[in-house]
């Protein structure tokens, strides 16, 4: 697959086998925080529904995948430091 439409999923390899085989057995999806998981779901279902807090991620999330339902939240918070993050991620 195209690495433009996939994000890593930070879970060890047997959390990613277990999240996969019940995200398989759903019918709708919410998360908090969206990213890899979210991605990854989104292979299985369509109704994905994900509060998230950042604006700009969102859109990075969006230009992976589309079909993404996402509630912004302004919590005002910053948790961490945008320039540590990995650039295949900005």
């Known amino acids: ?9 930070y879970m060890k390899d047997d959390e990613i086998k277990l999240f996969t085989k019940y995200i398989k057995q ?3 999806y919410l998360e908090f925080g969206s ?8 292979k299985y279902i369509n ?6 807090t950042d604006n700009e991620w969102i ?9 993404i ?10 948790w961490y430091d ?3 993050i990995p ?3 900005n």
């Open 1 to 9: 697959m195209d690495n433009r439409y996939t994000m890593k999923i």
């Open 26 to 28: 759903s019918k709708s």
């Open 35 to 42: 990213g890899g998981s979210s991605i990854e779901a989104s």
């Open 47 to 52: 109704d994905i529904t994900t509060i998230e």
């Open 59 to 67: 859109k990075k999330v969006k230009n992976i995948n589309n079909k």
């Open 69 to 78: 339902n996402f509630i912004y939240i302004n919590i005002d918070c910053v």
């Open 82 to 84: 945008k320039q540590k």
């Open 87 to 89: 650039s295949n991620m």
